[in-house]
Every structure is written in C-alpha cells, then in structure tokens.
C-alpha cells in the first residue's frame, strides 16, 4: 500500500489531502501537534515540531511526505508574530531534513510548502518560474528563507518540490471563499483600493491533484507554482463573488478603509492589496490538466457544496 506522511494535517488543506488520499487507497499517516481538525481516515502521529521523536519512524517505507506545517500568515505582523511565522516554517522543514538524513528507507519525494507570495507585486506581467522576479519584504524573505531551509541539503534519491501555492478557494467555514462570499453576500463586496491587483487562486479539488501529478510524475523536482491559469483583479475577482452571492451592488473599500478593517480584524492589508499574478507555467508544460480554470466555474462550483465534495478522479 502507498503510504503519504502530512505535517500539518490538521489544517484545512491538510485535512482536505489526507481524505483524497485516503479515497484513492493509499495509507495515511498525520502528524500535528493536535489530533483536534484531522481527518478521521488519518492516522495520528504527535509532534512538538522542534525535536525528534517517535513520529520520525513514520517517514520509513513512505511514497511521499508533504510539509503544510506553519503559523497562519492571517494575524498583524509585530516582531513577535513574524518570528513565530518564519521560525514555525523553517525549524519544521529543518526538522524533516534531519529525520530523512537518518532515514533507512527514505520517501521517493518529499513536497515543501511555499507561496506564490515569494514574487513581487505584479501588475504589469505574470510570474512563472522561469521569468518570475523575486519580491522585497517579510513576506518574501520568509518565503525565500522557507525553500532555503528545503533546497540546502542533498537528500539522496529524494525528489524535493516547493509548491509556490497561490490562494486554495475551498468551500468550509473560516476560509478565504467563506469570508468573501458572506461579505458579498452584506453588501461589501466592491472592488478593494484600485482593483487592480491580481488575485490568483486555485480550485481545493485541483490543489489535491496537482500534489498527486508531482508525486506520481517522476521526472518532477524543484520549485512549482500551484496556481489556475487564469488569475484575475481584485475588481474581477469579488464582481464574481457579488455574482454566486445574489448581490448586484458591492460597497468598494478604500485603502484607508482597508487599513481600519484589517487592524480590527487582526491582519494585514498585504493579504488583499498584494498583486500576485502567478502562472503554472511548469505544471501546464508537464502536462497537468486543470479541471477549473476560471474563477466563475470554480466559484459555481465550490457554491452547491458546504465540506468535503472531492471526487479523486484524475
């Protein structure tokens, strides 16, 4: 039987991979601090995520290992928060390192989280991963720091992949989807600041089988964005919200409204005003076939169903 290792799996995506692998027959193995948020179908493996433990036997013998592991960028960025945002991300990945070093038998890959946020703020042109530019902030030095921390050692016959993940629009309480459907759905779904910004984003369903394309696909290794091709403003993006949500009008939000929001909301106006305009120029030139490409189709969709809905066909 397969066997996948998750860290972090008891987030949302986290949750959401370990039931698609499960469908599909494979074992799953997950490892988190907390049993709290898991999939049921997931076996449970406690960590502290600092130190070696009995988890570390769990990576024996396995197909693959996925890191979602890392404190929610969704919080205000004082020195405390970004310490804990860029500490939880490398110390993790540091500490899978080290336990596939002293592996027996290690997994034939291992995927990495990263984030399309490691580009700049794009508006003039998209970001693949040949002619992408690399950006200037916290975010960015976190991002560059994270796949530092991955990339630095050699793992021998271990294919190593960063998944520069764009924004994964699932249908669950808490999300990204969730939160902008209900403030459509009151009125305040306008454009934010200008509009211009592009938003790019991924279907949950085609998250979960892009990770599968780049296990099963041996020929992969590397830096990968994990993106729809079709990214779209800010404008564009909640016109399409205010469409699924009934609302023909949308209050826009003004920069400085925005700062107000977000300080009240404990977050950061960086999550909405950055353009990321992300292409899956490495994913479509292998192959990979993308079952929602535009946002319309992606948001009918994740409409009709609250929770799990995921069918594992390729």
């Given at each position: 039987?397969?066997?996948?290792?998750?860290?972090?799996?008891?987030?949302?995506?986290?949750?959401?991979?370990?039931?698609?692998?499960?469908?599909?027959?494979?074992?799953?193995?997950?490892?988190?601090?907390?049993?709290?948020?898991?999939?049921?179908?997931?076996?449970?493996?406690?960590w502290d995520a600092q130190s070696l433990g009995p988890w570390v036997e769990a990576l024996e013998g396995a197909t693959a290992v996925v890191n979602l592991a890392g404190r929610s960028v969704?919080?205000?960025?004082?020195?405390?928060?970004?310490?804990?945002?860029?500490?939880?991300?490398?110390?993790?990945?540091?500490?899978?390192?080290?336990?596939?070093?002293?592996?027996?038998?290690?997994?034939?890959?291992?995927?990495?989280?990263?984030?399309?946020?490691?580009?700049?703020?794009?508006?003039?042109?998209?970001?693949?991963?040949?002619?992408?530019?690399?950006?200037?902030?916290?975010?960015?030095?976190?991002?560059?720091?994270?796949?530092?921390?991955?990339?630095?050692?050699?793992?021998?016959?271990?294919?190593?992949?960063?998944?520069?993940?764009?924004?994964?629009?699932?249908?669950?309480?808490?999300?990204?989807?969730?939160?902008?459907?209900?403030?459509?759905?009151?009125?305040?779904?306008?454009?934010?600041?200008?509009?211009?910004?592009?938003?790019?984003?991924?279907?949950?369903?085609?998250?979960?089988?892009?990770?599968?394309?780049?296990?099963?696909?041996?020929?992969?290794s590397g830096s990968y964005n994990i993106a729809a091709p079709e990214a779209v403003t800010n404008e564009e993006c909640m016109a399409e919200f205010r469409k699924i949500s009934g609302r023909?009008?949308?209050?826009?939000?003004?920069?400085?409204?925005?700062?107000?929001?977000?300080?009240?909301?404990?977050?950061?106006?960086?999550?909405?005003?950055?353009?990321?305009?992300?292409?899956?120029?490495?994913?479509?030139?292998?192959?990979?076939?993308?079952?929602?490409?535009?946002?319309?189709?992606?948001?009918?969709?994740?409409?009709?169903?609250?929770?799990?809905?995921?069918?594992?066909?390729?």
């Open positions: 039987m397969k066997t996948i290792v998750i860290f972090g799996a008891n987030g949302f995506l986290g949750r959401y991979l370990s039931d698609w692998f499960a469908e599909l027959g494979w074992r799953v193995i997950g490892v988190a601090r907390k049993k709290s948020g898991m999939s049921e179908r997931a076996q449970f493996e406690p969704n919080c205000r960025y004082h020195q405390k928060n970004r310490d804990l945002i860029l500490t939880s991300r490398v110390q993790t990945t540091e500490l899978i390192d080290a336990a596939l070093r002293q592996s027996q038998n290690p997994p034939e890959v291992w995927l990495n989280s990263s984030t399309a946020t490691i580009y700049r703020h794009a508006e003039d042109r998209p970001q693949s991963e040949s002619t992408g530019e690399i950006g200037k902030g916290f975010s960015v030095e976190v991002a560059q720091a994270w796949e530092q921390a991955f990339f630095k050692n050699e793992l021998p016959g271990v294919r190593k992949i960063a998944l520069r993940t764009a924004m994964v629009l699932g249908n669950e309480p808490g999300t990204v989807f969730d939160y902008l459907f209900k403030i459509s759905q009151l009125g305040l779904g306008g454009k934010m600041s200008h509009g211009r910004q592009r938003v790019s984003w991924i279907h949950l369903e085609d998250f979960c089988r892009a990770l599968l394309f780049l296990i099963e696909n041996k020929q992969t023909s009008f949308g209050l826009p939000a003004s920069r400085w409204m925005l700062e107000i929001g977000t300080f009240l909301m404990r977050t950061e106006t960086e999550l909405v005003l950055k353009s990321r305009w992300v292409v899956p120029e490495r994913l479509s030139e292998e192959g990979f076939r993308f079952r929602y490409s535009d946002l319309r189709s992606c948001l009918e969709d994740l409409i009709k169903d609250q929770g799990l809905k995921i069918s594992p066909k390729k």
